[in-house]
């Protein structure tokens, strides 16, 4: 109602979207038969009927399967050109992007057709609409050290383009050290760091992200929570956490969103951010994210405030810029 009129009004940020989670079912089949690739669906109504997950990996089978659709540096600007409008429309503001440069270049999709596609649709936005970002380039942590180095030695040309690296796919089992030394060579490079944790894995991912990886941000963090020792080490960090809870919803992360730990969170002192993490499959966009908070848990305005200022405190934006919005 009016807390809902609140959200929707304000300007925000996104700190935690993959730009391939953005596409939609509409998208997706006109891409399809641009390119002349066959679906496994036979309609856009049957895609998004089959966006019913068990768990990460079982969204994660999917996401890969629809973003082969995107083969050409076009593709890559419409995919982000869409995503734009609709965060326009939400009064998104500032917004960083994650790409997963490994599961298009294992596809023969060169390195240098996404970022110019992504990128040149991030500058139309930045013109047209006012909406400033960053740029993220994400590790696939299913896939090997090596891969991790190679991806990264692709990306060496353009990396004054890319402002952080990050970590994604599935969790179990490929804890955040997997990948210290790419991390540590990342950061010598002037690269800014994140990686999802405790999403799916334990707190002791959580953990190993702050204390083995150094990151400067977490991705999730929701089982952070079950480990009081790593809890007071987010807080003293001020560490953000970039939140999704219509993901958590649909990953079985919570069972119902009354369970949503955002409270708990900043109760606990934390930074908690609101972020849509793959829209197209989960529900939804920032204020669709805010709005589930909203009706579901006993969110005060207070409360509603400090998730938008975390979200411009824990962006990767200069202070000038920052200033502008707070
Ligand atoms: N890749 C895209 N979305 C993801 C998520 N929520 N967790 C891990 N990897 C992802
Ligand atoms: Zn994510």
Sequence with gaps: ???????????????????????????????????????????????????????????????????????????????????????????????????????????????????????????????????????????????????????????????????????????????????ARVFERCRELGLKLTAHAGEEGPPDYVRQALEVIGVDRIDHGNRALEDEDVVRMLAQRNMTLTVCPLSNLKLNVIPEMSQHPMLAMLNAGLKATVNSDDPAYFGGYVNDNYRALIDHLPVSSEQLHRLLVNGFEGAWMDDAERKKHL
């Design 1 to 179: 109602e009016s807390l809902k009129r609140l959200i929707e009004q304000a300007p925000k940020t996104e700190l935690h979207l993959h730009i391939e989670g953005s596409l939609e079912p509409e998208l997706m089949f006109a891409l399809a038969r641009r390119n002349d690739i066959d679906l496994p669906y036979d309609s856009e109504e049957d895609a998004r009927a089959a966006y019913q997950f068990d768990d990460l990996q079982g969204f994660l089978d999917l996401y890969y399967q629809g973003m082969s659709v995107l083969q050409t540096e076009q593709d890559f600007y419409d995919l982000t050109l869409a995503y734009l409008e609709r965060i326009h429309a939400d009064n998104v503001v500032h917004t960083e992007v994650m790409f997963d440069p490994q599961a298009h270049l294992e596809r023969g999709v060169p390195f240098e057709a996404v970022l110019n596609g992504i990128e040149r649709a991030l500058e139309d936005g930045q013109r047209d609409w006012g909406i400033s970002y960053k740029l993220i380039m994400s590790f696939l942590r299913h896939l090997s050290e090596e891969s991790a180095f190679e991806t990264l030695t692709a990306a060496e040309p353009y990396l004054e383009r890319i402002y952080a690296v990050g970590l994604d796919s599935g969790e179990q089992g490929h804890p955040p050290e997997k990948f």
